[in-house]
C-alpha cells in the first residue's frame, strides 16, 4: 500500500516563493516570537505571508498572536484564516488547549496530513515555527520540502550554541540554505556568539537584547513589532530577508 | 470539501506509478479507507469523478474500509476505535488530522493517551489496474 499523501505536497506549496523555518537547537530561546516576529515584520512590508506552527506538542504562536475562536475553511482541503494579515495554520484548530502527546511517527504523519491539505494562497513567504532540536519535524522537512530555508535562533548561551552547531552541522550535510543566526535575550555585551558563528561558515544577523517588557506584548501584535525583538527583526527582514528575495 | 485534496494526491500519486510502470489508461484504482479518519467513500468517489482526467478518464474506483485497532503503549490493550462514542466536533477533528485522536481517546482499560495506531489509520493506495 502507498501513501498518496507526500506526492502532492510539492503541488500545495508551488504558490510559496520562499519558505523560512525559524529554528533552533534548544526550546526556551525566543524562536516562537522570532518566528512569529518575522511573520509579521514580513507582512509590514506588504509581502503575502502564512505562517505554520509545527511546534506541535508545544504550539504557542496563537498566543502570540492573540488568535481566539478562529478555524479553517473547508474548501478543496483546508484554508487557513488569516489573522493580522498572515495566513495561519497551526495544530491547535484540532486540539484546542488540549495536550497533544505526539511520539514521532505520529508528528511525521500530522505534519504531512497538514501540508498535504492546506491550501496556502499564492505567498511571498511562509515562515515555519519549528520544535526545537533536530527531530522528526526538521528531518521531514528537509525530505519533503528540499528548497527550505533556515533561520537559527540561539541565545549567547554556550549550552544553546552547543545544539546550535549539531543543527548546522546536519543542515550542511544535508545541503540546506541558511540564512543565518540570530542572537537572542543577549544581556552581557561581552559574552557572544557572533565569532563562533563566523566560523561555522554563517551568517551573522544579529543580536537582541533581553527585553524584560516582552511579555507585556504576548497576544498585541502592534505592541510586539515595537518591542527590541520587533525592532530588530524588522532591521534583519531589511537588510537580509528581503534583499535575497528576488534569488529564490 | 477536504477529501477534494485527499482525491487528488491519490490521483497524483497514482499517476506517478502509472507513469512509471508505462500504463497509459488507468482501468481501476483500489483505495483503502481508515476508519479513524472517517472519510465517507461516496465523498470520496465524487470527488475522484470531478477531478478525474487523462488516463483516469475510464477508471472505476473501488473504495475499501480498513477498521481502527489502537495499541496501548503502556499496557499492550488492543480496541477498536467507535465513531458513534465521540462528540461530534471531536470526531471532525479526527477527521482532518487523525493523530489529534492521542488529544481524546484513551486506552479504555489504563487511560493513557500513548497508544500506537496499528490499523486503520487515513487514506491509501492500494491497487493500480491499467493497460500498458
Redesign the interface.
Known sequence: MIDPRTSVIGERLSKISRIIAVSSGKGGVGKSIIATTLALSLAKYGCKVGLFDLDFTSPSTHVILGAQNLQPTEEKGLIPPTIHGLEYMSLIYFVGDNPAPLRGADISNALIELLAVTQWGALDFLVIDMPPGIGDAILDLVRLIGRIEFLIVTTPSLLAFETVKKQVALLYDQKMHIIGVVENMKQDRKQGVESETGNLGLKFLGEIPFDSHIETAIGNTSQLLETEVGKKIIQIVKANILSEKKKA | ??E???A???L???K??AEKEHITTVTEVTI?VGELQQVEPPILRFALSQIKQGIFSKSKFRILKAKSTLKCRVCNTTWRYNTKKVDKAISE??H?????A???IKCPKCGS??FE?VTG??????DLKGVK
Do not use: C, K, N
Open positions: 470539501m477536504h477534494w485534496a485527499l487528488e494526491a491519490i497524483t500519486s497514482a506517478q506509478i483503502r477533528a479526527i482532518f488530522v487523525p493523530e489529534v492521542h488529544t481524546y493517551p500513548d495506531i489509520r487515513g487514506v491509501w493506495l492500494e
